[in-house]
T-cell receptor, first 112, second 111 residues
Framework: DGGITQSPKYLFRKEGQNVTLSCEQNLNHDAMYWYRQDPGQGLRLIYYSQIVNDFQKGDIAEGYSVSREKKESFPLTVTSAQKNPTAFYLC???????????FGPGTRLTVT | GIQVEQSPPDLILQEGANSTLRCNFSDSVNNLQWFHQNPWGQLINLFYIPSGTKQNGRLSATTVATERYSLLYISSSQTTDSGVYFCAVLHGSSNTGKLIFGQGTTLQVKP
């Protein structure tokens, strides 16, 4: 059963703590993306990766970091430097850059 | 950068009614996708439609790239169609794969 999985579904953290969100895909897609969604808004790109061991900043990368050591995995770390980390985080993948993107179920992060 | 505007922002329908959602964009695009975000937040792919017309059951979409708009048609609406519909485009000059999202249309279908 091919798809994109994200875990956990809900995550609660105290201010000042780093937290890592998981994203895994078994679609054999080369490109992967992280987006952030705030209430009542569309999505904004945090980071993207076109291929293993390569990734680039999106529009709102400050306070976030990623790695792409395996084709199927693209974890996102929300660091304590991110000023407003509470949001809904969505991971996506596509066969190649610029092609149809498919999204995972998302992780809701709450930082207090 | 490219602007994406969706209308209407909110829509309330009776079950069985038809509707048209619109997406305007301010520059050339290489990719346009329509999504339905369900109440749990999942983004469901509806159409990948940089140009032309496609149909899938009660839903259809048309993109007229030269005039910079796309339309999503929902016929015989059902309560399960409720949620937020997003249009997202890939700018013609983009090499990042970054989708630019509109603000969405919130649809409520009443029984």
């Amino acid at each position: 059963d091919g798809g994109i999985t994200q875990s956990p579904k809900y995550l609660f953290r105290k201010e000042g703590q780093n937290v890592t969100l998981s994203c895994e895909q078994n679609l054999n897609h080369d490109a992967m993306y992280w987006y952030r969604q705030d209430p009542g808004q569309g999505l904004r790109l945090i980071y993207y990766s076109q291929i293993v061991n390569d990734f680039q900043k999106g529009d709102i990368a400050e306070g976030y970091s990623v790695s792409r050591e395996k084709k199927e995995s693209f974890p996102l770390t929300v660091t304590s430097a991110q000023k407003n980390p509470t949001a809904f985080y969505l991971c996506a993948s596509s066969i190649g850059v610029g092609l149809e993107q498919y999204f995972g179920p998302g992780t809701r992060l709450t930082v207090t | 950068g490219i602007q994406v505007e969706q209308s209407p922002p909110d829509l309330i329908l009776q079950e069985g009614a038809n509707s048209t959602l619109r997406c305007n964009f301010s520059d050339s695009v290489n990719n346009l996708q329509w999504f339905h975000q369900n109440p749990w937040g999942q983004l469901i792919n509806l159409f990948y439609i940089p140009s032309g017309t496609k149909q899938n059951g009660r839903l259809s979409a048309t993109t007229v790239a030269t005039e910079r708009y796309s339309l999503l048609y929902i016929s015989s609406s059902q309560t399960t169609d409720s949620g937020v519909y997003f249009c997202a485009v890939l700018h013609g000059s983009s090499n990042t794969g970054k989708l630019i999202f509109g603000q969405g249309t919130t649809l409520q279908v009443k029984p």
